[in-house]
């Protein structure tokens, strides 16, 4: 007779629907695949007397130990979200014996290390591949299909909500207020925008991502932060005609000479680079390793079938593990204590653009005061734009310090032709 | 102490110097990785007069007998190509209880049912990653990372030499023999560039991907082929004109009321396309499953370090699988027997080029003609071209069965108007 592999899952919203109706729909291929039925047993609620017509012939409860305790479950799927109760219901399953599959990019790039060990220590597995780029599989190829290669560049277009609004900028040319409430109408933005729009969201995953490519632990707090509440359809325009475009990216990097650097800012892209032409709500993650050279994963970062994708395809890995009496194949990836490159360490070229006042000599001054800063410029254009008296300079530098372009824009401030830094912006050097 | 795992390797080619370059560059990774050393012990050669700085410190030897009858050898790497001995050698090492990874499209393409049964026999590991898209991981992500989704529709650019040459024809309007000298000269084409031109390399791609998305075996021999041969600038040029660019496609399809469709040809692909942007010799395979939707996976489909990026991936996961005690722990993904779809009954739509006299009344006759065969039209153009007393007629038809196509192509050929029929191409549908 077929084995049985027993699920109990803790939340049934939008990604746990979805698990439900994977397994309902592939039943009969997921069977084949696995060897064994996968069968969902007990789902956690919060509140039972609401009507869940999508859950009728399970066991609904509300208490954690119903899943937890229960004898017959071998694996317990995490869609709750949030920090707390989530990561305490995990460490307990797996307290229990039970392997763990999350979608929960809160808990993993805030206590991963715990997880893991936990993990570890009751000889299960816990999986994760739903947290960073919804549907792709970006996590088992990381952990599998990559680990040939020394990896030494990660980058990730990771939240669509940004994406999708960046995206109707550059092609409407309309403003960030207006796209984010045409986002909001379109359910891809919440009524509170911040974790998408600050980059908080995008910081989570970069965490993850990073740890796991460069074998070192990188938690939320060691990414450094911006988001794209700045960006105007001004710079995206300048972007177009320097051939660029703008994405929000997370980034990481990991060089011997500045240790790993992670980060999620907006990013002057390359139009032939593989992630510029990445629009919309898709997500895509390009890896740069020493074996494989440049390769990128693409699809759905977030939606509850392809989400659900990712999670059903841990639950089928953890039941292989369980048919084949094995547990902890893949080990840990962070083996190695690498140095955090402290973000005044970090090297980038930047877009700079400048209000000053319309008088000859400006482009020469500033031009100037760039170079007395240490930073030399890569191009700087001075345009007119129908403002009385002022005109705009943008200059685009070369590669420098964090620590050289804040000194410079210092300088540029104090300076009394300078009237405002509309903004500074990375600027992703093109591909050779 | 640290386990060893002890590699034979058949063929230091391209790709073997590879595979010894890569275990070396990244050892401490790897073994960090797989929780044992990977060492390679033997290299088989076919003259071990020859010169090899490379292999020095490896036993060499031109006796399969001294790889597969080793018992300290766990993992057999045959990189060698082509049909025979390879074949042999990769049963003859499974007989002897090794585990056995390969690049060999070819033998996977033709054989690979002999193959995988072998390995379930002897309880071993057949893994074949770089025998599609080089460095890109592929075949992972169908066995494991889509594996919770049935999967309808695969379509990838999976030979470098003519995306490489269609490329430039796209790009500088080169015509065909200019670019396929050029691409001689680069080293991306063979001095007899058949096996890539004619598509009989992406058809055994087509295949083994075709046999892994949809669960049943499809083979060489079933796969139905049309190379770039024919594919002249005007047609890229009016592909351009139309919203499209011109690709060699492998393309696989499932559908209920069809079965299985695989083939390989060029295609009208709508220039908004994920694989319309992938460009030279890069390889791209996009993927669309009832889940996940839609994903692609993008890289370096050929070269030494790109694809040892696969095969020693491969080498790890098998050398996991020997630490933790456990074989073929994803089960053989030719579960099912579907109907293949003969090529008479698949469905496109064709974009028509024909030469024409240039009379009045002769676009109605043409569109009459294709109406009477069956075959609606969604757009038709005539052109000038320069051509004294001819002009050119360009029609896109809607979806059509090819033996309906098949037959408006027979009618138009016994007009006395028509003078030529240029060229017919597959034309892709804009995605929803
Ligand atoms: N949505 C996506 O596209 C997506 C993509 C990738 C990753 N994720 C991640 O997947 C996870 C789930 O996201 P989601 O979009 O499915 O969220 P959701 O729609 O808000 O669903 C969460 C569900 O968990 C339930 N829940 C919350 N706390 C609970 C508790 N203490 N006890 C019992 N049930 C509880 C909620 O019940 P109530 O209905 O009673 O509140 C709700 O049904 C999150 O970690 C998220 O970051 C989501
Ligand atoms: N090159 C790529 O980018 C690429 C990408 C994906 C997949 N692949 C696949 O990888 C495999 C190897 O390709 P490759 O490009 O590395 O080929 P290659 O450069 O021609 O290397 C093949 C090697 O195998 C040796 N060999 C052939 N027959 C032998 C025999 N009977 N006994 C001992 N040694 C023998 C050859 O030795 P001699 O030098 O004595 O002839 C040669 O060194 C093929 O299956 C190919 O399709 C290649």
């Known amino acids: 007779m077929e084995k049985v592999i027993r699920v109990g899952l803790l939340g049934a919203g939008t990604v746990g629907s979805g698990v439900i109706q994977v397994l309902e729909m592939n039943r009969r291929q997921i069977t084949e695949r696995v060897g064994a039925q996968i069968q969902l047993k007990t789902v956690l609620v919060r509140n039972l007397a609401k009507k869940r017509p999508q859950l009728e012939g ?13 004898e017959e479950i071998d694996v317990v799927v995490e869609l709750m979200g949030g920090l707390e109760p989530a990561r305490e219901y995990m460490l307990k399953a797996m307290e229990h014996g039970k392997s763990v599959v999350t979608a929960n990019k809160d808990v993993v790039a805030q206590f991963g290390k715990e997880m893991f060990a936990m993990a570890e220590k009751h000889d299960v597995d816990f999986m994760f591949e739903a947290s960073v780029g919804g549907g792709i599989p970006i996590i088992t190829p990381l952990k599998q299909c990559l680990t040939a290669n020394k990896i030494t560049e990660i980058m990730g277009i990771v939240n ?11 092609e409407c040319g309309s403003d960030y207020d207006e796209v984010l409430k045409e986002a909001q109408a379109k359910g891809y933005a919440e009524a509170n925008p911040s974790a998408d729009v600050d980059g908080l969201d995008a910081a989570r995953k970069a965490a993850i991502l990073a740890s796991l490519a460069f074998n070192t632990r990188v938690e939320l707090k060691d990414v450094s932060v911006e988001g794209i509440t ?36 907006p990013v002057f892209l390359p139009k032939e680079h593989p992630l ?8 895509a993650i390009f890896v740069r390793g020493n074996a494989i050279g440049e390769a990128m ?33 893949v080990r840990c990836t962070c083996y190695e204590q690498k140095r955090l490159c402290p973000l005044e360490e970090t090297e980038s070229s930047y877009y700079v653009r400048l209000l000053v006042d319309d008088k000859p000599g400006v482009l020469g001054l500033i031009a100037t005061a760039f170079g007395d800063a240490g930073v030399s410029l890569k191009s700087v ?30 300088e540029l401030k104090g300076m009394p032709v300078v009237d405002e830094i509309r903004n500074v912006i990375r600027v992703e050097k093109e591909q050779v």
Do not use: C
Request: proline share 2%.
């Open 160 to 170: 669509g909500t940004t994406n999708y609004m960046l995206t109707k900028m550059t």
């Open 230 to 265: 700045k960006i105007t359809p001004d710079d995206i325009e300048y972007a177009r005609n320097l051939g660029y475009v703008v994405k929000l990216l997370a980034v990481g990097k990991d060089s011997p000479e500045h240790g790993v650097d992670v980060r999620v800012h």
């Open 276 to 283: 510029a032409a990445v629009n919309g709500v898709f997500n």
């Open 297 to 329: 994963f693409y699809g759905q970062g977030a939606g509850s079938l392809p989400t659900a994708s990712a999670v059903v395809a841990d639950i089928i890995d953890v039941s292989r593990d369980i048919v084949n009496d094995t547990f902890g194949r």
């Open 58 to 70: 399970y066991v609904l409860t509300d208490n954690i130990d119903d899943i937890v305790k229960d």
């Open 381 to 410: 254009i001075q345009t007119q734009r129908n403002i009385v008296d002022h005109a705009e300079i943008v200059a685009i530098t070369h590669a420098v310090r964090h620590a050289s372009i804040q000194a410079a824009l210092q």
